[in-house]
C-alpha cells in the first residue's frame, strides 16, 4: 500500500514593505514551512500566490514557484488587469497553493501595506504661448489627476501656485478636479518669459506631484513722448 503523508504548511514573512507605490512592484521574502516542526526543512518546493484581501479575484501572483527548502522572493505587481489600483491601507495575503505539493497542504499569510497612489498635473493652461501686460490678469488651470487610479479627478485637495518667484494664494480643486487661478501682473513685475510653478505636496496617500508652465511671457506698455 502506497501511503503519502501529507503535513499543514506555515509561512514566514522575513521582509515586506509597510508603504509601496502603486503601479510599481515591490518584494516580499519569506519562507514556507512545516507547520508541525519548523526546523524540519522542506522536501519539496511549493507554489503560492498572491492577492489583496479586498479584491480576490485579481490574482497578482498565481503561481511562484519556492527553492526546495521553502525560502522564497517574490516580486509583487500592484495591477495585473491593468484596471487601475485604489490607494489607501491594503491587506496582502500570501497563499501556498493547494495540490502544488504532493506533502505540504495549503496555508496562506497577512500583511497590512500602505498603497501610495500617484498624482499628475493634466490640461495645463495657458498650453501655448502668451503675452501678458503689466497690470493685466492672466489666468492658469490644471487638473489634478490620480495616474494610477485610471487618471481619476482628484477633488478637494489644496494646490499652491509659484508665479516667478512669488508664491501665491493656493487654492483647493474643485469636483473635477481643476485648479483654477486669476493673478493681476503687478506693474513692478519683471519682464519677460517666466516659470509658473503648481504644486501639490501629496497627502497621506497619495504622492507630491509638481508642473512647471514657461508659456507666459510680460512685457510693459510704453508711451512715446513727442516734445
Known sequence: VNLTVQVPSDIRIDSIPTVT???LNFNVLGQVLDAQDPTRPLSTSVEMSAFWLNNPNETLVAA?????????NISVPTDTSGN???????ILVLSVNEGSSPFYLT???????????VSQFDNILPLNPITVNRGDTVNITARLLESSNRFAPLSAFDVDIQFHETWLTGTQTDGEGFANFSHQIPMSHPLGLIVVSLVFNG???LLSTQVN??????RSTTVLVID
Request: hydrophobic share 30%; no cysteine.
Open 21 to 23: 507605490t502603486a503601479g
Open 64 to 72: 511562484y514557484r519556492t527553492s526546495t527548502n521553502g525560502t522564497f
Open 84 to 90: 487601475g489600483t485604489e490607494r489607501g491601507n491594503k
Open 107 to 117: 496555508a496562506s499569510a497577512q500583511n497590512g501595506i500602505l498603497v501610495m497612489g
Open 203 to 205: 497627502s497621506v496617500d
Open 213 to 218: 508652465l514657461s508659456t507666459i511671457t510680460i
